[in-house]
Nanobody, 125 residues
Framework: QVQLVESGGGSVQTGGSLRLSCAASGFMFREYCMGWFRQVPVKEREGVAVIDSDGSTSYLDSVRGRFTISKDNAKNIVYLEMNSLKPEDTAMYYC???????????????????WGQGTQVTVSS
């Protein structure tokens, strides 16, 4: 079965950096669109970054230039490198797999059917 396990969250100060990792198993990792999403209480989950099977990427406007999504097909891991962190980046971050093989790769949560348990990122001012 599909399994996604996030790690790497934590607490940092404004301007700091973190790297999130998501170890995937149970499916053909290299063929699927993968994404990172985040959510804070009382707000909807939002797409932070996605990476398609061909390596193309897309980012939320507020993180573009600060965050980088990448993947290692040999290790079945997708990463989110986060730099210049701001307090507004504080959230639970989730890794997800697109529901459909070769089904496009947009950062819309509804298009992703498999989710990890999440890892908390807290940025203090």
């Amino acid at each position: 079965q599909v399994q996604l396990v996030e790690s790497g969250g934590g607490s940092v100060q404004t301007g700091g950096s973190l790297r999130l990792s998501c170890a995937a198993s149970g499916f053909m990792f290299r063929e699927y669109c993968m994404g990172w999403f985040r959510q804070v209480p009382v707000k909807e989950r939002e797409g932070v970054a996605v990476i398609d099977s061909d390596g193309s990427t897309s980012y939320l406007d507020s993180v573009r230039g600060r965050f980088t999504i990448s993947k290692d097909n040999a290790k079945n891991i997708v990463y989110l490198e986060m730099n210049s962190l701001k307090p507004e980046d504080t959230a639970m971050y989730y890794c997800a797999r697109h529901s459909v093989l070769y089904g496009g790769c947009r950062n819309y949560p509804a298009e992703f059917g498999y989710w990890g348990q999440g890892t908390q990122v807290t940025v203090s001012s």
